[in-house]
């Protein structure tokens, strides 16, 4: 060989023998030239010649079921649109089609069948570890679970509302349902019948199994360690780093302690880390998109969603951490130029359907459950609309007379959200005009009750006269019924809503002025329908506004709450503001009593569904 020439080895590309796979040529990666020194009239653009056939490889594409991508198979990928450029070196190696993602645990084989109890031993030596942790978990968790033989913190909510549904009652709180409906199910499985006040700090009669009780509440903070350790497990973290997960949670005091009685937080922890490690499973699925499993993780974690913001809303947290990944892989879908148009739309239907309408259908059957369970009046009829109430197994609403006439007595309901009933009671107002408070309430007793009687300057209401219904434009004056006080506003500033009027009662049976006369404004009814075809005022359909005669303002209870002289009950003020709009200017007559009036049929009230 003369000095200046070069000698360039073009190997023949390796060949696989023949096997049920398919071919595809793509182009060989360059291979390694030999250390000769090269002329300097020698370009490298010449090497472009080279024959694709001398550089063909063999891809291997399995045969058989889902290998075609169809909507379960595994790839992601249209293998027709794979384009390769032999001009461009740095692309000729591409990354493995369909591969796994770059973080989480490795993907393994399925190990064969044990032929042995020592293979079974040599297989499972991985789930030894968690299964100690577990039964650590067991122990500081039932240890002395039932020492505390009296109320503890929150289980006077908590345990009291499992009463109710043990009893069918019907109550409200701030809370979704589905934990205090696995708090009932754990009464209803140890034998507890519900009856039993949860007073806090009251001691546990003999009637009532609440260790029981407390120990089903506990499994689900045990479950908490295993769900640790699996989790760090399905993350690709090392041996130590798993021991180091389920030591901390094993040893977390707080968790320990809310675990080991009647409470929501132990389910509210539970939820939270299905949701993260079903996340983490479908995440180590994704190299087999639309697979079974690929589904199965991705519904589960649909599914723990909506179990973890049915037991309380802050489970939205861990919502957002679901939200913040999926957003971001779809991102990276995206931008795969590989991926064709189809898969990219299956890929964000998955998500749709998994991670949002599955969560919304748990979410709305756990409440669907609820007000199946809780169809009997109870303590908390009152925070609901009238006509929910009147479907309520031992309501009275259907005893209420049909149409309303002077001398009735009625209670009032405001329609706004949140809204209460019209209330009164003896004390006065710190401030202003110092005359008896006026509030909404949100409980049913006697200070709500009111009596529907004429203006001042007309003949005072007889029973030996003539019934009169009262009708749209009607002027009337509201006595409270346990104070004889009247209904009664003026132009001082409400103590909340400064802008509106106050609302008080003043006077007495005997004594009054204009400033207690209120004009009857018709809305629209549930039944008759608009306002014109709304001839008198009926119980709990009829909707309705009260004007004042002199100031022009109209009796609002807007949720804004008193301070400790209002018992934190709900300002009902006198809103300047004419808003046809405004539902907390609204009103129905929720109970109604008058002895000459007739009774309704039983099929007049509409279902509340």
């Given at each position: 060989m003369r000095p200046g020439e070069?000698?360039?080895?073009?190997?023949?590309p390796l060949r696989t023998p023949s096997s049920d796979f398919e071919e595809i040529s793509y182009p060989t990666p360059p291979l390694p030239y030999s250390?000769?020194?090269?002329?300097?009239?020698?370009?490298?653009?010449?090497?472009h010649y080279m024959s694709s056939e001398d550089t063909s490889t063999r891809r291997r594409v399995a045969k058989g079921p889902g290998s075609s991508g169809g909507f379960m198979g595994g790839s992601d990928y249209d293998t027709d649109t794979l384009q390769y450029d032999d001009h461009d070196r740095k692309d000729k190696l591409r990354p493995p089609i369909g591969g796994r993602v770059s973080s989480g645990r490795l993907h393994k084989p399925y190990p064969t069948p044990p032929t042995s109890?020592?293979?079974?031993?040599?297989?499972?030596?991985?789930?030894?570890?968690p299964v100690i942790y577990t039964l650590l978990s067991c122990w500081t968790r039932f240890h002395k679970i039932g020492l505390a033989d009296v109320v503890v913190w929150d289980e006077a909510h908590f345990g009291k509302f499992g009463s109710h549904y043990l009893k069918r009652e019907f109550y409200f709180d701030v809370h979704p349902p589905l934990g205090k409906m696995l708090v009932a199910l754990a009464g209803l499985l140890s034998g507890y019948d519900g009856n039993f006040e949860f007073k806090s700090g009251e001691k546990y009669p003999d009637t009532v199994p609440y260790v029981a009780m407390r120990v089903m509440m506990a499994t689900f903070g045990i479950a908490l360690v295993p769900l640790g350790w699996y989790t760090a497990v399905e993350l690709g973290m090392s041996q130590w780093a798993c021991h180091l997960v389920a030591l901390m949670i094993l040893c977390d005091v707080a968790w320990l302690c809310i675990s080991r009685f009647i409470l929501l937080d132990s389910m509210l922890l539970f939820f939270t880390f299905t949701t993260v490690f079903f996340l983490?499973?479908?995440h180590n699925q994704q190299y087999q998109s639309f697979s079974f499993d690929w589904w199965l993780w991705l519904a589960l974690t649909g599914i723990s969603i909506?179990?973890?913001?049915?037991?309380?809303?802050?489970?939205?947290?861990?919502?957002?951490?679901?939200?913040?990944?999926?957003?971001?892989?779809?991102?990276?879908?995206?931008?795969d130029l590989r991926m064709s148009t189809r898969n990219q739309l299956r890929h964000w239907g998955a998500r749709i359907l998994c991670?949002?309408?599955?969560p919304i259908l748990v979410y709305m059957t756990s409440f669907k459950l609820h007000f199946l369970i809780l169809n009997h009046t109870g303590p908390g009829d009152a925070q609901m609309s009238s006509l929910f109430q009147a479907h309520l197994v031992g309501n009275d609403f259907w005893k209420n007379p049909l149409e309303v006439a002077y001398g009735s007595k009625i209670t009032l309901k405001n329609m706004g959200w949140g809204g209460g009933l019209l209330h009164s009671h003896v004390q006065t107002f710190p401030t202003g005009s110092a005359q008896q408070q006026v509030t909404c309430y949100h409980y049913k007793d006697d200070n709500n009750h009111w009596l529907v009687l004429p203006q001042w300057n007309e003949p005072a209401y007889n029973l030996n006269d003539e019934l009169k219904f009262v009708k749209d434009g009607d002027v009337i004056r509201l006595q409270h019924t346990p104070t004889t006080r009247n209904l009664h506003s003026h132009p001082i500033p409400a103590p909340i809503s400064k802008l509106d009027y106050e609302v008080s009662c003043y006077g007495n049976a005997t004594v009054g002025d204009i400033q207690d006369h209120w004009v009857i404004e018709i809305v629209d009814d549930i039944r008759q329908g608009k306002k014109d075809n709304v001839h008198r005022i009926r119980s709990l359909t009829t909707r309705l506004r009260l004007r004042h005669m002199l100031l022009g303002c109209y009796l609002s209870a807007a949720n804004k709450v008193l301070p400790q002289w209002g018992f934190k009950q709900i300002e009902v003020s006198c809103v300047k503001e004419n808003d046809p709009d405004d539902m907390h200017?609204?009103?129905?007559?929720e109970s109604h009593w008058n002895d000459r009036c007739a009774l309704p049929l039983p099929f007049f009230f509409p279902r509340f569904w």
């Open positions: 070069v000698q360039i080895d073009f190997e023949s250390h000769s020194i090269l002329p300097a009239t020698t370009r490298t653009d010449d090497f109890i020592s293979d079974f031993i040599h297989q499972n030596l991985e789930h030894i570890p983490t499973k479908f909506g179990c973890v913001t049915s037991v309380k809303w802050v489970g939205l947290f861990v919502t957002a951490v679901v939200g913040i990944y999926t957003i971001e892989d779809l991102w990276d879908k995206f931008g991670l949002i309408i599955l200017t609204y009103w129905n007559v």
